[in-house]
């Protein structure tokens, strides 16, 4: 396994290990509140999608350990490709932003495991 794919992989697992804690833990919360830009109020009534879209990141992150334990090159590229049409859709759904946050990092290790 190359070590640039297994580093830009686990950095992506990392990002969605920290946007499952943003988003079951920290949604209403200061920090959760700057970083998606909401009010107390909106953001408590979104608190129970907030965390289902987290735990989805949870699910994430955890394939791509799981791939990055084992060495499967197949798991941790279907796992990768999951992140950047989530990134899309995200993107074309609710911000831009999200397209070089979570499918930019992903379509690079997508690269870097190819090459």
Same mark, same amino acid.
């Given at each position: 396994m190359s070590l640039i794919a297994q580093l830009l992989t686990a950095l992506v697992a990392l990002l969605h290990?920290?946007?499952l804690v943003l988003e079951m833990f920290l949604w209403t919360r200061p920090l959760g509140l700057k970083?998606?830009?909401?009010?107390r109020e909106k953001a408590e009534q979104s608190k129970?999608?907030?965390a289902n879209q987290? $735990?989805?990141?949870?699910? #994430?992150? &955890?394939? =791509?350990?799981?791939?990055l334990a084992t060495g499967s090159r197949e798991f941790c590229l279907f796992f990768l490709a999951c992140v950047v049409v989530a990134?899309?859709?995200?993107?074309?759904?609710?911000?831009?932003?999200? $397209?070089?946050?979570?499918? #930019?990092? &992903?379509? =690079?290790?997508i690269v870097a495991w190819l090459i």
């Open positions: 290990l920290y946007f970083v998606f830009g909401q009010s129970v999608l907030a987290g $735990l989805y990141n949870g699910f #994430l992150a &955890a394939g =791509l350990v799981y791939g990134g899309v859709y995200g993107a074309a759904t609710v911000s831009r932003k999200i $397209l070089f946050v979570q499918a #930019l990092p &992903a379509l =690079l290790a």
